[in-house]
């Protein structure tokens, strides 16, 4: 291991409560911590999410959301299969206007997450250019706020200047508001599949023809409201750059919608079953309801007991028994885990069958990973036997997880994480809209710096964006498959190295590291600075090296660059903070801040002493031996 190399720490959340918090807490939590909440509008309806223009259309067999692209894919990114409703339901005289639902798939976003800091979301129409770029055209959200954003359309997003959208603060209100109400339909779908769930039940014991036709009413506009929310988070992915809190309620609301949708699937199924159009089969399903993927974890890591756990729903009369425990099985197209060297484990996972409460219908999973995916991404699928109330025995099998990588050491993290974040981000599509790429980017970004998703110390902003943009994508607003690689080649070590090596990730978070930052930039923030000032950033040529450059003591004063070398730090007990804190070229730390009203990087001078004093090595005194002096000063 290299020796500047810190202890390596559980790539599992310490506490899987802040990565992966419950959305009721969430919402809750964050009103309490003082930031801004969203908010939700009252008397809420699917009609509030008009922003991008979502109305149900009426078509000869019912009503049914056209398709757009992207929504059909076999995987959300949140690692779900898509839910589809009477794909093979026949039509009958018992719906004159056909299927009841339709046959269309709901994938609630094309791919996966990131944002800037709080306050800093942006929205970018298609066709629109990046903010990233100060020289192009951006967009943001126009019109009057005060009453919610009921009757919003696509065509109030209006052209401003990307300094005015690097501070988008309607476009922050109103994605707030998106999500607010969702939250709120949300919360009342709730309760309505719970009233329809007891209405159901006494259906099922005595069939009548009118409370029937209401159930199907009910279920047919609740289907449609849903579908417009998950179509609504989904643009919000592709269209606003979101900030972390919002970005975390935007996942979290997604796996809460797509579990009520399977909820009033399996209603549906049960009255399919009452007028003798489907088979007798046990009306239940395996669902995901928390994990903590995507994620790179370490070969022989442990999940907490609560940090992955999967439920079962039913219909509203339960008719079957479960047979067995639930089984959990690893999932990969290029090769097979359980095909071990001789000598490894035959199983890849460890605590693989838990037993499923009966009293809440949960399995919770704390399972240890015996071998390694050889960098491939895998999934987890869930399957459980049981029997009918009839006799015939059936297996039901939930959806595959989210993808997540398992390592033998810390050389195959760069690899491994880049191909999580690829696919997450771009799925099987070869473009994707720059914000929808942010934010994948963000989420992967905390997930590896271990920061709490809702309130992280320093995530990525809207300035390392738009470096990233600038120097990797050509500024476009647009992103293509075939520029990532060369992104990941070089941003990829420089997560390696906030990850993994010691001290970094917090001299990072602390500001003391700038991070992403050009030459020139740099070269104007040391003008005119007295000699011995200094400003570390990432080498744009040397991938996870730093750089630093500093104020010259000859006259006239030059700016001088120094790229740390590997040996500057190849000591056992020689770290980065001490390197600095030996170098006498170094004196005056530009360390970053932020303006608390606008958000924009801010420097703030101070003698390297003193901003290093957390990270100094602590050498201990010497202690005079057989007549010897230790040596002083």
């Not at 959806?399 to 997540?404: A, G, T």
């Not at 809207?462 to 060369?486: C, E, L, M, P, W």
């Amino acid at each position: 291991m290299d020796p500047d190399m810190g202890e390596i720490e559980p790539d599992v959340d310490e506490n899987p409560h802040h990565a992966h918090p419950d959305v009721n807490d969430l919402f809750g939590f964050v009103n309490q911590s003082g930031m801004s909440a969203p908010k939700p509008v009252l008397g809420a309806s699917s009609a509030d999410l008009s922003f991008f223009g979502h109305q149900p259309m009426a078509t000869p067999s019912g009503w049914v959301l056209p398709p757009t692209p992207g929504m059909f894919a076999p995987q959300t990114p949140m690692g779900g299969s898509a839910f589809a409703f009477g794909a093979s339901t026949p039509s009958s005289s018992a719906f004159p206007g056909g299927p009841l639902f339709g046959s269309s798939m709901v994938s609630p976003m094309g791919t996966s997450m990131t944002g800037a800091f709080p306050g800093s979301s942006q929205v970018f129409p298609q066709g629109h250019a990046s903010a990233s770029s100060p020289s192009s055209s951006s967009s943001s959200v126009g019109g009057d706020m005060s009453g919610g954003f009921a009757g919003f359309s696509s065509s109030t997003l209006q052209p401003v200047s990307a300094s005015q959208m690097m501070h988008a603060q309607p476009a922050q209100q109103t994605a707030q508001q998106i999500l607010g109400t969702i939250y709120t339909l949300m919360t009342e779908q709730e309760d309505k599949l719970k009233k329809m769930c007891t209405e159901q039940l006494e259906l099922l014991r005595n069939p009548q023809m009118e409370p029937f036709n209401n159930l199907v009413a009910q279920q047919r506009l609740l289907k449609e409201q849903m579908d417009i929310e998950l179509r609504s988070l989904m643009e919000l992915n592709q269209k606003v750059i979101l900030d972390p809190p919002d970005l975390a309620r935007m996942y979290l609301l997604t796996t809460e919608l797509q579990l009520q949708m399977r909820q009033l699937e399996l209603y549906h199924a049960e009255l399919q079953q009452l007028l003798g159009q489907s088979s007798a089969a046990c009306i239940a399903a395996l669902v995901i309801k928390k994990q903590p993927f995507p994620i790179v974890i370490s070969k022989l890591k442990q999940l907490n007991d609560d940090q992955l756990t999967v439920y079962m729903l039913t219909g509203a009369y339960p008719n079957f028994q479960i047979m067995s425990s639930v089984k959990a099985t690893l999932i990969c197209d290029t090769h097979n885990p359980s095909s071990s060297k001789s000598g490894g484990p035959a199983n890849p996972l460890d605590c693989d069958s838990q037993a499923i409460s009966l009293q809440n219908k949960v399995a919770t999973f704390p399972l240890k990973f015996m071998q390694g995916t050889r960098k491939a991404s895998v999934n987890i699928k869930f399957g459980v036997s049981v029997r009918s109330t009839g006799g015939t025995p059936a297996t039901i099998e939930s959806n595959m997880s989210n993808p997540f990588v398992v390592i033998t050491n810390e050389c195959q993290w760069e690899g491994s994480a880049g191909t999580l974040l690829k696919k997450d981000a771009f799925g099987g599509s070869l473009e994707i809209p720059w914000p929808q790429f942010v934010n994948a980017l963000q989420r992967h970004f905390l997930l590896a710096t271990k920061q709490d998703p809702v309130r992280p110390k320093r995530p990525l902003s809207v300035y390392d964006f738009q470096y990233i943009n600038t120097q990797f994508f050509g500024s476009r607003s647009i992103i293509h498959q075939k520029d990532y690689d060369a992104f990941w080649g070089w941003f990829g070590k420089s997560m390696q190295t906030l990850r993994y090596q010691r001290h970094i990730c917090n001299l990072w978070q602390n500001g003391i590291i700038y991070g992403y930052m050009g030459r020139d930039d740099v070269n104007a923030a040391l003008n005119n600075q007295e000699p011995g000032t200094f400003i570390i950033r990432f080498s744009e040529r040397n991938p996870g090296q730093f750089g630093i450059a500093y104020t010259g003591t000859e006259l006239p004063t030059r700016i001088k660059h120094y790229l740390v070398q590997a040996n500057d730090t190849a000591a056992a007990r020689r770290t980065f903070p001490d390197f600095l804190s030996d170098c006498g070229q170094f004196v005056y730390l530009l360390q970053l801040t932020h303006d608390p009203a606008t958000g924009r990087p801010l420097f703030t001078k101070s003698h390297k002493d003193i901003a290093l004093e957390p990270y100094a090595a602590r050498k201990a005194s010497q202690t005079p031996v057989g007549g010897y002096e230790p040596l002083t000063a």
